[in-house]
């Protein structure tokens, strides 16, 4: 069997990469930096412009027509070059959106705020609108009451990625039975403002829920289809960032002379790297395998998207570390990339569930399989 990417997935994947490089260079970050941004328009328009945020739209309804997998390599370039649009939290909330209406949970001309669904479902695929998912590490943080059909979110959700833009919000809250998924719109006057981050590439917000009315998108399946989808996603912009740090890495390895020799001559600053390059090719491994299992529906997608972020949130950790070995001091410096690389990776880290709590999930997907003395692997 071929486990590599298809000719038309790097072929996707070289145009991803091209065009981050020509909108998105790290003098383009620090000039936002700077000016106090966390968000270019122009990037975001450019990536609406060539459909990425539509990429699993069918093709008959305007859209790429493709996959998860597909959507993996958009989610590794962004990550790659530490893109500061709303990109992962766009597709979500059109996907959650998309899927609630194909399932018949809520119907297309249910309004949400402002618009009808199918509008804003055609606004999130265009680049008309912006998106955000406001997940929680405690089930309860959010809580969901109901009556006559109607919902309200009361309480306040883990520190949300774009919170502060987002036009839509998709909300895990606790409706009494367990972790469902809602949708509310979000006018200006209602968003979070943002919040002082490590992270300059992307902006970072509290959201309050005060009795704020929401809409009911699905239960717990619904939940955990998103949040498969979400530990996917940043599990694939966590590989294209370690990946860079890497090659950043060997690059510095070979340049810097200590002692009339380049530091990659040692030793100890060749196992550095080879360690690096193991981590690296692990997460390429876990996240597309997890891209394909969840994208397919399979039984061990779950599974699956757990095993990803475990794996990618810890060698995320381990590659930022190393690399700051043999970068030495320069490393953390403003004056270097390599810095803005390491604290996006620590919210990634965290974003969606950190290793240990993915541990826990799949401790809670495992046992039953194995109790019933089926393979869990």
Do not use: N
């Not at 883990?158 to 919170?163: I, M, R, T």
């Not at 998103?226 to 390895?253: F, I, P, T, W």
């Amino acid at each position: 069997m071929d486990f590599d990417l298809s000719e038309d997935q790097r072929a996707l994947k070289e145009a991803a990469a091209g065009l981050l490089a020509g909108h998105c260079p790290t003098s383009r970050l620090r000039a936002l930096a700077a000016e106090g941004h966390r968000l270019d328009a122009e990037l975001w328009r450019a990536l609406a412009g060539q459909g990425w945020l539509a990429v699993e739209v069918p093709e008959v309804d305007g859209g790429l027509g493709l996959g998860l997998v597909e959507l993996a390599v958009l989610g590794e370039e962004v990550g790659r070059s530490l893109a500061p649009v709303p990109f992962a939290g766009t597709v979500l909330v059109a996907g959650a959106l998309r899927s609630a209406v194909d399932a018949g949970v809520v119907a297309p001309g249910t309004v949400l705020g402002d618009a009808e669904l199918s509008t804003w479902i055609e606004r999130l695929t265009s680049g008309a609108a912006m998106g955000a998912v406001a997940w929680s590490r405690r089930q309860d943080a959010v809580r969901a009451s109901g009556s006559g059909g109607e919902w309200k979110l009361s309480g306040r959700a883990d520190p949300v990625v774009y919170g502060p833009e987002a036009d839509v919000v998709v909300v895990f809250a606790d409706d009494g039975d367990g972790s469902a998924l809602f949708a509310l719109s979000q006018v200006p006057h209602e968003r979070p403002e943002a919040e002082p981050a490590m992270d300059l590439t992307r902006s970072l917000g509290w959201l309050h829920l005060d009795g704020r009315p929401a809409l009911r998108l699905g239960g717990a399946d619904a939940a955990g289809r998103v949040l498969d989808r979400a530990a996917v996603v940043v599990s694939a912009e966590m590989l294209g960032a370690a990946g860079r740090v890497l090659e950043l890495s060997v690059d510095y390895a070979k340049d810097r002379v200590q002692f009339g020799r380049p530091i990659g001559s040692f030793q100890a600053v060749k196992h550095r790297c080879a360690d690096m390059l193991v981590d690296v090719e692990g997460m390429r491994s876990a996240a597309y395998y997890a891209a394909w299992a969840v994208g397919a529906r399979s039984e061990d997608g779950p599974a699956a998207a757990s095993a990803a972020k475990v794996w990618c949130s810890d060698a995320s950790r381990r590659v930022m570390a190393s690399a700051l070995q043999v970068h030495g001091g320069i490393g953390f410096t403003w004056e270097h990339d390599l810095h803005l690389y390491v604290k996006r990776a620590q919210l990634d880290q965290t974003s969606f569930g950190d290793a240990s709590w993915h541990r826990q999930r799949l401790v809670g997907i495992l046992r039953p399989r194995a109790e019933r003395g089926e393979p869990i692997l």
